[in-house]
């Protein structure tokens, strides 16, 4: 009996430390030095300052600034802890009501805004954080931005264009927009003076939802 316990007992504990320790030790030093920015997370510096992430959606609320996508998580949204949806199906009355809700947010914010609303600023996405909108989001939002900003139509859609991304790996998805990539933009092209005034990302609450 005891002839077969060691070895395995001596297996056990290589394999333990092998697949445990030296195996995740490897794979976070060869992914550190290989691709920085994706091991760290890919954070977002503003000044200096840790403000987020491009891969974590944030809820923005403030006018002058582009709004994501909503958000189902819980507690709070954009929750990275607590991924997901809302699990509603498409003729629960529950969705048809928050939908609506958000619709009317919208338009409250830009009363002379005709264009349809896109789908993607009133429905949350399968993991409610979704850190992308699409153009026609973005494109959608430009003269409520332009407006609170006290910049033109055309000089926030040039940041918009600016700040597009192509389609993953040329064919997969749809061009988007990364709206905390686009909203530090957007703090960035304001006069100086004007600057202490605005509100910080993740200083914004969640009133698009």
Same mark, same amino acid.
């Given at each position: 009996?005891? %002839? ?5 007992? +001596?297996? !056990?504990?290589?394999?333990? =430390? ?16 290989? !691709?920085p ?13 840790? =403000? ?5 959606? %944030? ?14 998580t ?21 969705? &048809? %009501?928050?939908?609506q ?13 005709t ?14 954080l979704?850190?992308? &909108? ?25 940041l918009?264009? +600016?700040?597009?991304?192509?389609? %993953? ?35 914004? +609450?969640?009133?698009?939802?």
């Open positions: 009996m005891r %002839q077969l316990f060691r070895p395995a007992l +001596t297996l !056990f504990v290589l394999l333990s =430390v092998v697949t445990g320790l030296v195996y995740p030790w490897l794979l976070a030093r060869a992914g550190g030095a290989l !691709f920015d994706q091991a760290q997370g890919s954070l977002v510096r503003h000044h200096g300052t840790v =403000v987020g992430s491009l891969l974590i959606g %944030q809820a923005f609320s403030d006018p002058g600034l582009f709004w994501g996508r909503p958000s189902a819980a507690p709070a949204p954009y929750n990275a802890a607590a991924s997901s949806g809302s699990n509603l199906g498409p003729t629960n009355p529950a969705l &048809i %009501q928050a939908i809700g958000r619709i009317d947010t919208l338009k409250a914010a830009d009363p002379s805004n264009l349809p609303v896109p789908v993607d600023l009133v429905t949350a996405s399968a993991s409610g979704d850190p992308h &909108i699409s153009l026609a989001g973005a494109y959608y939002q430009v003269g409520r931005v332009a407006a609170a900003r006290g910049l033109t139509a055309d000089t926030v859609r040039a918009v264009e +600016t700040h597009k991304e192509a389609r %993953q790996w040329g064919f997969l998805g749809e061009p988007r927009v990364n709206v905390l990539a686009l909203n530090l933009a957007l703090l960035d092209s304001l006069p100086k003076a004007s600057a202490p005034n605005v509100p910080t990302p993740l200083a914004s +609450t969640d009133k698009a939802k």
